[in-house]
């Protein structure tokens, strides 16, 4: 499971891999820019944890983790699901409605 999480006004993306958080500044302080690099940074992050085979596509990457955690909520999951399949289809992801 991945979170996005704010330090001193900076957005990081934030996962657990073989029980050990490990977490990556995404060098914003926009919340929707945040939302828009975290699938390439996170991606990045578990390639270079050794935790996926680089060999692995983002699309893949996706399905694991949608299917990582079952205790989202629907809002949670309906948003990764927006981001994510808008970043594997191409589609400009400055168009994405974000809600709170």
Same mark, same amino acid.
């Given at each position: 499971?991945?979170?996005?999480? +704010? ?11 073989? @029980? %050990? ?5 995404? %060098? ?7 939302? %828009? ?9 578990? +390639? ?26 629907? !809002? ?8 994510? !399949?808008?970043?594997?289809? @191409? ?10």
């Amino acid at each position: 499971m991945a979170s996005l999480y +704010k330090k001193n006004n900076i957005w990081y993306v934030s996962t657990y891999v073989n @029980g %050990k958080r490990i977490s990556k500044s995404l %060098k914003t302080k926009q919340r929707k820019t945040a939302y %828009k690099i975290m699938p390439s940074t996170l991606s990045n992050l578990l +390639k270079q944890s050794n935790h996926l085979n680089n060999d692995i596509s983002f699309e893949e990457l996706t399905k694991l983790f949608l299917a990582s955690n079952n205790h989202w909520s629907k !809002n949670t999951r309906l948003l990764y699901e927006r981001i994510l !399949n808008a970043y594997n289809s @191409g589609s400009d992801l400055s168009n994405i409605q974000i809600h709170h």
